[in-house]
Each structure stands twice: as C-alpha cells, then as structure tokens.
C-alpha cells in the first residue's frame, strides 16, 4: 500500500494505492482523500470483496460458478446462485445487443482450445463441439432454475466479469463517499474525478510490443477497456491462437489485434471491446450502435488503426500508422 501528499497550494488530501492481483490480472486501485485511515479501510475492502467476486465467477476453479457448470452439465439443469443471477441477465442481454457475437457460452470450447492451466489442445473435441456451437440461447432461466440442452454449453463470464467487478467496486466508492479515483485492472480500467485537479493519464497498449500506441486524459466517470489477441495465445503451426473465439466459426477471431472502448458503464465498455474484437473491421459501425458506443478505436493485424471522430477528439497517437476516422 502507497500513500502520497498532494503539494499544491490547497491540500484535497492524500493518495493511498493498493495493489491487488486477482481475475488473472493485477489491480491497482488508487484512492485520493482527505482521510487516509479511510481510504485504507476501503482498500482492505475492495481486495476483501474481490477475492470473493473471483471465487464464485471462476469458472475452472471451485466456486458457484464452476458448480454451476458441473450441475447443468451432469443433469442439464441447475439452481442458479445468487451471485451469478445478474451476470447471467446481462449475458443474454448483450448476446442479443451484441448481433450474437458475445456469447459467454463457449466455456467448454475456450478450455478445449487449452486456454485454462496447461493442458494441451484437444482437437477432436473442437471439431465435436463445432458441429453444434453453445450459445446464450440454449440456456433457458426461469426465476432459480436454468436448463440446457446442449452438452457442449459451459459459461465462461471472463469477457464480462472483469467489467461486472470494477463497476461493483466503483459504486461502493462513490458511496462510501470518494469522488476521485482509479481502478487499472491489467490495463482495464474506471476512472473518477480527477488527480489533483489534473485529468488521470492513461495509455493504450501496443498489441505488437511492448508500450503504448495512444494516451488519453480521463476525467468525472469513465471506464476504458481494451480486447486483444496478445493477452493469452500460443501458436500452432506458425499460426495464433488467442482465447478470444468467434461463435459463428468456433475459431479464434481473425483480422483485428486490439479494440479498445470507452464509455461511462465499464460493463458496457468490456462486453463492446470484446465484441469489437470478433467483428470490427467488417461490421463495427452496427456493432457499436446496437450496443450504444460512441468512442472506440480498433487496431487491424495489419497496423491500422480505426477509430471514431468524438474518440479521435479526446486521445493522442503516438503511432505513424494509417489512421480511418469514422462517424
């Protein structure tokens, strides 16, 4: 834990750091406040409270959700806990906002592609699972109970978690009474108020080596995320595979190596970078209205760079690549 003195002139309080590594990631979560022994109370409780978030949204370690998995993939139906009831709704909502491409019901397809411990790839299993790919829609919830039909469907909520997780922690701050702070969760992130009376600084990462290809200057509450093929991929036979799938083919997505999405709802902001992901280069225009963003960037394998007029207006590139503003 990191604390600071602001020396301006007027003092506003102190800033007090933590970080934290859970959801695979390190998260560090950066208070500024008058009281430090409050900030310091509350960062006790955000690592408290994600370490529960990560229990019980694991899907490959035990917890509700791994449960969950086995029960429905045993009987073809579960009890859904409570703590995965409102994740499950805004699933099957942004798989249809998403034109069907966000679809957390690839779990079982992502962990045969080896994306979960150190197993390695089970072929014969993708090819089986891609005869009759899983989607949000062959999970039926009513109230408590959920069913499916498909034994191939596994939930896997890592495109959406993360998201669910900063939101969470971001509302408890603002109602414990903080009006400025960060949450950088391995590069996603929420960020409120200010620094000091400055806007807080952020870079967006170069998928092709390491440092940053942008920066952008966030003030109030916004939330920026970013989908890449560099965060977990191995490569087979010269070619990349990277954990994020395109449910009409069952293979990784093609032709995009980044997007990164800004909004005020970091949910929103981590579904559409996903999305974006999958289906960016062909369709991003659609893709963006159907889920309500405005501000998005996407960076093609070929290094160029597409990106909207109203985000082009609050960020600075640092890349000599192509550049296609878009309305």
Known sequence: MLSACNHQDQPVG?????????????????????????????LTQIESQLLVYRKNWHAWEDGDLFRFNQTLLDTSKATVPESLKKLLVLSQQYYQQSQYLFNPALGQLINAYGFHGKSEPNTPLIKLIKTDIPTMLDLKINQQAAHSSNPHLQ???????????????????????FEHFLINAGGDLNASGKKFGKPWKIGIQNPFEPGAIAGVSLTGNQSLFTSGNYQRFYKQAEKLIHHII??????????????????????????????????GINNHRSLAKSLGVKDYLIISEDKKIIITRSFAQKINITSDWPVLIVD
């Open 155 to 177: 939930l896997d909520l890592g495109g959406i978690a993360k998201g669910y997780a900063i939101g969470l922690i971001a509302s408890y701050l603002s109602d414990s009474g």
């Open 14 to 42: 102190q800033l007090v750091e933590q970080r934290i590594l859970q959801f695979g990631t390190i998260i560090d979560v950066t208070l500024i406040h008058a009281d430090r022994s409050k900030a310091e109370t509350a």
């Open 246 to 279: 395109d449910p009409r083919t069952g293979d990784p997505s093609k032709n995009i190596s980044s997007a990164t999405v800004l909004s005020t709802d970091p949910v929103l902001s981590d579904v559409a970078a996903t999305t974006l992901m999958i289906d």
